[in-house]
T-cell receptor
Framework: KNQVEQSPQSLIILEGKNCTLQ??????????LRWYKQDTGRGPVSLTI?????NTKSNGRYTATLDADTKQSSLHITASQLSDSASYIC?????????????FGRGTSLIVHP | DAGITQSPRHKVTETGTPVTLRCHQT?????MYWYRQDPGHGLRLIHY???????DKGEVSDGYSVSRSKTEDFLLTLESATSSQTSVYFC???????????FGDGTRLSIL
């Protein structure tokens, strides 16, 4: 079964601290992995995309890693800001019939306190 | 901003009534998607479209139908709404297979 598991479910950190979110998946055949940020009351917004051959991708203070052998990814947030408070969703897509079918994780809820 | 508008943004209706949600895009994206988001679940794909009049089912399509008669509009219909369809519905679009999906801000639907 194609699944995406994220941990922790929720996380509270102080402003300025770093944190790392985890994503494990069983989706097959693997096509790509994306991390999205979803602010409360808004739709998700893409942060990074990684394909099979990539193991690190950065977008400002966000750095995603991918280990395709162990089927794990992480999202590291450096020097957190209050605006980082959001849900972070890992999405793994598989190729199917000429299209890419995404499977979404449940998300990690991050709260950054001043 | 991918020019996505979902309407209505909020709706309350009664069990058994028909409901249609609209997703409108202004940037000529080829692919369009409807998802639902519920507590304890990730976003789940209901239906998607890969062109005008070309649609396919997602993992939770039962009780839903879609139509895409124009590139810019993708309609989601609940023929006879049930309380289990109370959810937040998101539309997403993308231009090509390897492009990211761009999401609307959702429609909060409550079925009493």
């Amino acid at each position: 079964k194609n699944q995406v598991e994220q941990s922790p479910q929720s996380l509270i950190i102080l402003e300025g601290k770093n944190c790392t979110l985890q994503c494990n998946y069983t989706v097959s055949p693997f096509s790509n992995l994306r991390w999205y940020k979803q602010d409360t009351g808004r739709g998700p917004v893409s942060l990074t995309i990684m394909t099979f051959s990539e193991n690190t991708k950065s977008n400002g203070r966000y750095t995603a890693t991918l280990d395709a052998d162990t089927k794990q990814s992480s999202l590291h947030i450096t020097a957190s800001q209050l605006s980082d408070s959001a849900s972070y969703i890992c999405v793994v897509s598989r190729a199917s019939g000429g299209s890419y079918i995404p499977t979404f994780g449940r998300g990690t809820s991050l709260i950054v306190h001043p | 901003d991918a020019g996505i508008t979902q309407s209505p943004r909020h709706k309350v209706t009664e069990t058994g009534t028909p409901v249609t949600l609209r997703c409108h895009q202004t940037e000529n994206h080829r692919y369009m998607y409807w998802y639902r988001q519920d507590p304890g679940h990730g976003l789940r794909l209901i239906h998607y479209s890969y062109g005008v009049k070309d649609t396919d089912k997602g993992e939770v399509s039962d009780g839903y139908s879609v139509s895409r008669s124009k590139t810019e509009d993708f309609l989601l219909t609940l023929e006879s709404a049930t309380s289990s369809q109370t959810s937040v519905y998101f539309c997403a679009v993308k231009q090509g297979l390897n492009q990211p999906q761009h999401f609307g801000d959702g429609t909060r639907l409550s079925i009493l």
